[in-house]
Every structure is written in structure tokens, then in C-alpha cells.
């Protein structure tokens, strides 16, 4: 029986045993790989296809998004009602996403249903007929989007930064506008899907309480396909940064409240230095009792909330700082920004505060590890990077080894104020 009177033992997050559960992989008769784990007390699993699809290899501004967007709008035999009619009534969720390399279709599902399921999929892959009334109401959806958005000061900030960071033609910094929606032809997603899903670099992410035969039904629907294993050849986009560092932009004349961006480039999580700046940036700004909340948020009043956080691209990454505040203490939070960086770069972090953070890491490890599709998502970003477990098992270990030293020769490395671009948009 349960002592209400003794309290329950404490134990610091630090000090858990957490591992990473082993993928298992398997490869299909056409080479493309599957990454599983058979997890789970529940009858549910997922079910992910990753096709090297994003906007990283288009020729043409978003058609890698409208391609993505238009896969469950209707195939040879199949109108976009039905296909979401057939996958609601077995209780399943399709869904798919189109990032800056990668792009997915992601089914989720009750585990007796998967055979019934997967043909379907397999049909979006290989016969979406890219509608033109689908595409067209699309186009009018996304710039109705669009001009709304355009009045919202941190939309137009979330823009602008990254084009000063990567160049407005770089696949991280190229945002769209009205006419490059009412650009895109239906010959142009169809040629990016034959090209990049029919006939697509791609690889299956598979987790939950699989059937016994999971193996054999993905290789029958999707092993007999014309895809590909690994990533397509190599695409370089050069980055043309801009070169003014301080932006101030006025998009709305009567606006109260200003977005607050700034950025700096930093390495991928490839770099040796990335795991110790994941630290650095937790105690900077990374998580709720960081120092730019302590101060910007509780001590100086000028934000509902600010947060640092490193980009997680595969290819070029930046360190960025996010907030909005007081049109009128916007550059006064700006200085605080900076006051907190050189707090950092000339004085160590004591033992109370890296504890905390410690403890505040692993503990969100340990959230991250809470069932089976948060553990494929993590298995899939380190194979996207290049990555195996030993980064996991790494990553853990510098948390609990690193020296408040440590963490002050990476702020003079990273946190200097001449490598930041600012950008305030009002």
C-alpha cells in the first residue's frame, strides 16, 4: 500500500541510465531501406516515407510544397474525398510535410488495418494525378494565407532573417510571394513528382506494435516500385549572405509591437562543437529559466517570452534568438541580448546553474524517449545527419562531463555580437 505519510524518493534526472533503443533495418527488393523499432503495449504504429523532395531541389519557387501538398488530393481512381474517406474509416491519419531537403507521407493507424492501408499509399506514390482544380484552389488558399500573414510583424521577421543569413536564392532563405504561387503549373508538379516520388530517392521509418509480417507487406506494396536507396546526387546551393548586419523594418506604421530576430551561422550537429553548444544555448536562452528569460521576461518586463535555439538543417545551420516585445524597448531588449552574451563569455556558469540545466536536458531526453514514434523521429534525424547511436550515448555524456570552462571558451567562440545579424520588424 501506497505510504502518504514518507515522502518519495528524489532522483536527478542526470543519473538516469537513458538508452536509445536499437533500430533494427531491413532492405527491400529494390533496395530501399526500412528503420524499425517494435515497440509499444498499444496497437498502433507508424508508418513514414522520406523522399528527398524538398524545397532543396526544385527548380521553381514552392513547387516542392505544392507537389507534397497535392499527393492525397486524387489519383487515376481515386477523388481527394475518397482517399481521405478510405483512410478515416479505418481510423487512420495521413498527413504529409514538406521541409527544406526532406519531404514525407506519414500514416498512422491501428496495426490490423495496415494491409488495407498500405496499398493506398503506395497509390499516392506512384499515380497522384495532381488535379488542376486541386492545384488552383491550393494557389487561391496559400495567398489568402499569404496576405494575411504579410501583416503579422513576426511572419515578415521569420522571412527576412533567414534571407539575410542564406540569400534569398538559397533553399533556406527563399520565401514566396503572391506570383510564385501563380506560377506553378500542373506540368511543374508533375514533373517534380515523377522525378522525386515516382521515382524518388526515399526510405521507410516503421515503429509501434507491428504486425508479425510487416516486413513482407512493405516489401509486396512498396519493394516492387521504381524508387531508389540514399540521397540523389549532390545539389550545392551557394550561400550570398547579406552584407549589412542591422535591419530595422516597418510594416505596419500604426503597429505597437515589434519581432525581433537574430542570427548568427553556426556548423551542423555534425560539428564537434554542436553538442556543447546545445548546452550553451540552454542556459542562454534554450528552455523557460534560461538567462534571457530570467532577464528580458521576469526582470525587465519587455516580453511574454524570448528563446535561442540552433537550426537543425542537414546541410548549413544558423544559432538564432526569437522574440517579440514593446515597439518601444525593442532596442533596449536587443542590448539585454548582448549583455547576456558577454555575461557568458567572461564569467564561468556556476555549478548550480549547469546542474539545473543538466538535469533540465536529460529530463527532456527522457520526454523524448516516451514511446515509440518519438524514438523513430530521433533514429530518423540522426540518419538524415549521418548519425548513429553513438551521437546519443555522446550526446548524454557531455551533458554530464561538461565544465562551466568548457561552456565559456564556446561563448567567446560563438557569442560574439559582430556575427550576429539583427533584424526588428514593427
Same mark, same amino acid.
Given at each position: ?17 537513458? /538508452? ?41 519557387? %514552392? ?71 486541386? #492545384?488552383?484552389?491550393? /494557389?487561391?488558399?496559400? /495567398? ?14 521569420? !522571412? ?29 508538379? /508533375? ?31 512498396? &519493394? ?5 536507396? @540514399? ?15 542591422? $535591419? ?9 509591437? @515589434? ?25 542562454? @536562452? ?12 521576469? =526582470?525587465? @518586463? ?13 546541410? =548549413? ?5 526569437? +522574440? ?25 556558469? =556556476? ?14 531526453? #527522457?520526454?523524448?524517449?516516451? &514511446?515509440?514514434?518519438? %524514438?523513430?523521429? !530521433?533514429?530518423?534525424? $540522426? ?19 561538461? +565544465? ?23
Amino acid at each position: 500500500m501506497l505510504n502518504r505519510i514518507q515522502s518519495p524518493v528524489i532522483y536527478n534526472a542526470v543519473d538516469f541510465d537513458l /538508452q536509445l533503443p536499437q533500430l533494427q533495418s531491413h532492405t527491400l527488393d529494390n533496395g530501399v531501406p526500412v528503420h524499425y523499432l517494435p515497440l509499444g503495449e498499444q496497437d498502433v504504429m507508424q508508418v513514414e516515407l522520406v523522399f528527398y523532395a524538398g524545397n532543396w531541389y526544385e527548380q521553381k519557387n %514552392m513547387v516542392a510544397a505544392a507537389t507534397n501538398f497535392l499527393l492525397k488530393n486524387g489519383t487515376s481512381t481515386k477523388t481527394a474525398f475518397e482517399i481521405n474517406e478510405h483512410f478515416d474509416f479505418y481510423g487512420a491519419y495521413l498527413n504529409r510535410n514538406c521541409y527544406s531537403e526532406t519531404a514525407t507521407l506519414t500514416l498512422h493507424c491501428l496495426s490490423k488495418h495496415l494491409s488495407v492501408l498500405l496499398p493506398v499509399m503506395a497509390e499516392l506514390v506512384q499515380d497522384a494525378t495532381m488535379p488542376a482544380d486541386e #492545384l488552383a484552389i491550393y /494557389q487561391q488558399n496559400q /495567398q489568402q494565407r499569404l496576405t494575411v500573414n504579410l501583416k503579422k510583424c513576426d511572419f515578415v521577421a521569420n !522571412r527576412y532573417i533567414d534571407a539575410y543569413l542564406y540569400g534569398k536564392q538559397h533553399p533556406y532563405g527563399i520565401y514566396a510571394d503572391a506570383a510564385d504561387y501563380a506560377a506553378i503549373t500542373q506540368a511543374d508538379v /508533375q514533373a517534380f513528382y515523377q522525378q522525386y516520388y515516382q521515382q524518388g530517392h526515399c526510405m521507410i521509418m516503421v515503429a509501434g506494435k507491428l504486425p508479425a509480417d510487416v516486413l513482407t507487406q512493405l516489401n509486396d506494396v512498396f &519493394g516492387k516500385l521504381p524508387l531508389k536507396a @540514399g540521397s540523389p546526387s549532390i545539389v550545392n546551393h551557394t550561400i550570398q549572405p547579406a552584407e549589412e548586419k542591422k $535591419y530595422r523594418v516597418v510594416n505596419d506604421e500604426a503597429g505597437v509591437q @515589434g519581432a525581433i530576430r537574430m542570427a548568427r551561422h553556426f556548423p551542423t550537429r555534425t560539428h564537434p562543437d554542436f553538442k556543447g553548444v546545445q548546452i550553451l544555448n540552454n542556459i542562454f @536562452g534554450g528552455y523557460f529559466g534560461s538567462r534571457l528569460m530570467t532577464n528580458i521576461r521576469e =526582470d525587465k @518586463g519587455y516580453t511574454y517570452g524570448i528563446h535561442s535555439y540552433l537550426q537543425n538543417n542537414l546541410h =548549413d545551420s544558423a544559432w538564432m534568438i526569437s +522574440t517579440e516585445a514593446g515597439r518601444d524597448v525593442c532596442e533596449a531588449t536587443i542590448a539585454e541580448v548582448y549583455k547576456e552574451m558577454e555575461l557568458l563569455r567572461n564569467e564561468p556558469v =556556476d555549478a548550480e546553474e549547469l546542474d539545473l540545466v543538466r538535469n533540465y536536458m536529460m529530463g527532456t531526453l #527522457l520526454g523524448d524517449l516516451d &514511446g515509440p514514434f518519438q %524514438m523513430i523521429a !530521433r533514429w530518423k534525424n $540522426y540518419i538524415l545527419h549521418g548519425l548513429d547511436e553513438h551521437y546519443f550515448n555522446d550526446s548524454i555524456h557531455t551533458i554530464r562531463t561538461i +565544465t562551466p570552462e568548457a561552456l565559456q571558451t564556446l561563448a567567446n567562440k560563438y557569442l560574439q555580437p559582430n556575427d550576429f545579424y539583427e533584424l526588428i520588424v514593427v
